[in-house]
C-alpha cells in the first residue's frame, strides 16, 4: 500500500475511534451514564424531528436510515430510561409519536454542546482555505459513505 493510502487509512481508523470514545465519555460526564453514542443520536433526532413537527416513529427512523422496527426497539430502551415518550397519534392509532422527555432534552443539549465544542476545535487554528479545502475532503468522504450505504440498503 502506498505510504499516502496507508496515513490515511490509519487516519480515518483512529480519528473514528478517537471520536466514538470522546463522544462517549462527555455523554457520561455529563451524567447520562447510561446513554450509548447510538442512543444519544436517536435522542438527538427525536428532539430534532419534534422541533420540526415532523416525529413520527416513521419520519425519525427515515432521517436516521434504520427500519421501523429497528427504531422501536431502541426508542423502547429510552423510553424504559426516561429519555423518550412513545404516543399513539388521537386521530390515526397506526402512527407513534416519539417525544423527547425534559431528561432527553439534557441529554441532546449536551451532546450538541460536545458537537459544537468539536467542529470549534477543528476549526479554530485554520486559515479561511485550509477549511474550504477540508470541507470539500469530507463532503466526498461522506458522499462515498452515503453510497456505499445506499447501495447496501437496496
Not at 496507508?6 to 470522546?22: K, P
Not at 429519555?83 to 388521537?90: G, K, M, N, Q, S
Not at 439534557?106 to 479561511?128: G, T, V, Y
Request: glycine residues 4%.
Amino acid at each position: 500500500m502506498p505510504e499516502e493510502k496507508r496515513l490515511l487509512n490509519q487516519f480515518l481508523v483512529e480519528t473514528f475511534h478517537a471520536i466514538l470514545r470522546t463522544e462517549e465519555r462527555c455523554i457520561a460526564e455529563t451524567g447520562h451514564v447510561g446513554l450509548s453514542v447510538k442512543e444519544a443520536h436517536l435522542v438527538a433526532a427525536v428532539c430534532y424531528c419534534t422541533d420540526h413537527e415532523k416525529n413520527s416513529s416513521r419520519e425519525v427512523a427515515s432521517l436516521l436510515g434504520v427500519t421501523p422496527g429497528t427504531l422501536t426497539t431502541a426508542a423502547i430502551a429510552l423510553e424504559k430510561k426516561g429519555y423518550l415518550i412513545r404516543r399513539r397519534c388521537e386521530k390515526d392509532k397506526r402512527i407513534v409519536r416519539l417525544c423527547p422527555t425534559a431528561l432527553g432534552r439534557q441529554a441532546d443539549a449536551a451532546h450538541s454542546r460536545f458537537h459544537s465544542e468539536l467542529i470549534d476545535a477543528i476549526l479554530c487554528e485554520m486559515p479561511q482555505e485550509e477549511v474550504t479545502a477540508f470541507l470539500h475532503a469530507i463532503v466526498r468522504i461522506n458522499a462515498f459513505f452515503r453510497e456505499k450505504n445506499d447501495v447496501n440498503n437496496d
